[in-house]
């Protein structure tokens, strides 16, 4: 009750705030930071699954789902999860890392991902990044590198493909250790051809909200190495399904988020959905999580309903990061114009751009308010810790503070 006490109030605080900008002469509606790829198909399939419960554990169609998310990602197998954090933990189990083993990973990244490690009891050893696509660094890599260590985590960030993705590889099969890589802000990113995720031993992709395609929560996990994807297998066949309330609630976050972060009138509709759906409302990082405690629901892989909203997101992946790119273009021209420096695309690389870093002055990620005043967008503010968003300050990755004091990103879709 008290959630739509708290929703009621925040319609009422919207709307007043609405009034003062128009008032101002600002926009009603400004590009959202997420949820921007879903449409009206999505809304269709989130109301008839709603309504056909002795489908969601039908295997059938989370199978298509993995089939099809391989072949278009150019990967030979593919496992569907409740989550990209979900598909890492399988991984994790996969590549047999255990208590005492050592893994090196980007000291800018979700809570998420070192939660993975440490909830299989791997020691997670950060290494800094380079602030030119916010990957990780591979200049001082090899001093991190011990006996215990057995893989390496790397990330394409905001969908830049990450500027040393080969050196690392090289130092990885020079040291014998794997590498994970993280793929969840960069699905349908290329490198020389091929999409990323395919260079690595295995990697993980994530349909979260704020991600490239959208299934409210899920993730996907892919490899190339059969051996690998048999334990996956195994990991997947012994994973619980998500329960029918928590089903429910993804169907309809579906509706919520379209209403509040796509609707052409989100500015009043996104309130009076907020208040219908105020008791199915879901955070996808809970403050235990934050907390490195792992939830109880952790570790769920993916019914069919959300498999078939999979399905219908990964026929429009291809087309929204075309305008995704067409934005950065735009920034592009904006970091140009206005003193500021873009990210690099490294050669042979197509990036997707899930959003647009640029490095800014502290104050101006400190205060976002210019952002809706001079563009017309509101900037986001991954990451606001180097183990976002968890307070963390790591005093060997002096770049990845930097990154944290100065790094925004636009949206780059409208
Ligand atoms: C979102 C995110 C993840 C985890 O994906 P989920 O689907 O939310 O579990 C992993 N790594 C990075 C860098 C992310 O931003």
């Known amino acids: ?78 496992f569907a999860f409740m989550g990209g954090r979900v598909a890492l933990s399988a991984l994790i189990n996969a590549l047999d890392l255990k208590a005492d083993d050592e893994v090196i990973i980007p000291g800018y990244t979700c809570v998420v991902v070192p939660n993975a490690f440490r909830y299989a009891g791997v020691n997670v050893i950060y290494n800094d990044i380079e602030l030119e696509t916010y990957g990780l660094d591979a200049t001082y890599l090899e001093s991190k590198i011990t006996s215990k260590t057995k893989a390496i985590l790397l990330h394409h960030l905001y969908g830049l493909v990450c500027r040393d993705y080969e050196k690392i590889i090289e130092i990885a099969q020079q040291y014998n250790l794997y590498v994970i890589e993280d793929c969840a802000h960069s699905t349908g990113a290329k490198y020389k051809g091929l999409k990323v995720g395919n260079l690595g031993d295995c990697a993980f992709y994530s349909s979260e909200q704020s991600k490239i395609f959208n299934t409210i929560m899920g993730g996907v996990a892919v490899t190339n190495n059969s051996k690998i994807a048999d334990k996956l297998e195994k990991f997947y066949h012994n994973a619980p399904y998500p329960n029918d309330t928590h089903i429910e609630k993804l169907l309809s976050n579906v509706i919520l988020k379209y209403y509040q972060f796509k609707h052409p009138q989100r ?30 629901n952790y570790g769920c892989k993916m019914p069919a309903p959300i498999a078939v909203l999979g399905l219908n997101q990964l026929q429009k992946i291809n087309h929204y990061n075309q305008q995704r790119c067409k934005m950065a273009q735009y920034w592009h021209e904006w970091c140009c114009k206005n003193g500021y420096t873009p990210p690099l695309v490294i050669p042979e690389s197509e990036p997707v751009y899930l959003r647009y870093p640029v490095l800014v002055e502290p104050k101006k990620k400190k205060k976002l308010t210019w952002g809706i005043k001079d563009l017309g967008v509101k900037p986001g503010v991954w990451f606001v810790s180097c183990i976002h968003p968890v307070p963390t300050n790591l005093p060997d990755c002096q770049k990845a503070n930097i990154a944290v004091e100065r790094c925004i990103n636009f949206p780059t879709l409208k």
Do not use: C
């Open 1 to 78: 009750m008290i959630e739509f006490v708290k929703s009621f109030a925040k319609l009422g605080y919207h709307q007043a705030k609405n009034l003062l900008n128009i008032s101002r002469g600002l926009p009603l509606t400004i590009p959202s930071l997420g949820s921007m790829t879903l449409d009206d198909d999505d809304l269709t399939l989130a109301n008839i699954w709603l309504n056909k419960k002795s489908d969601w554990y039908n295997p059938h169609l989370v199978n298509q789902y993995q089939t099809q998310f391989a072949q278009w990602n150019g990967s030979k197998y593919a």
């Open 267 to 296: 500015w009043w509709l996104g309130d009076l959905y907020a208040l219908r759906f105020w008791d199915k409302q879901i955070i996808s990082t809970t403050k235990e999580e934050e907390n490195g405690i792992r939830p109880d």
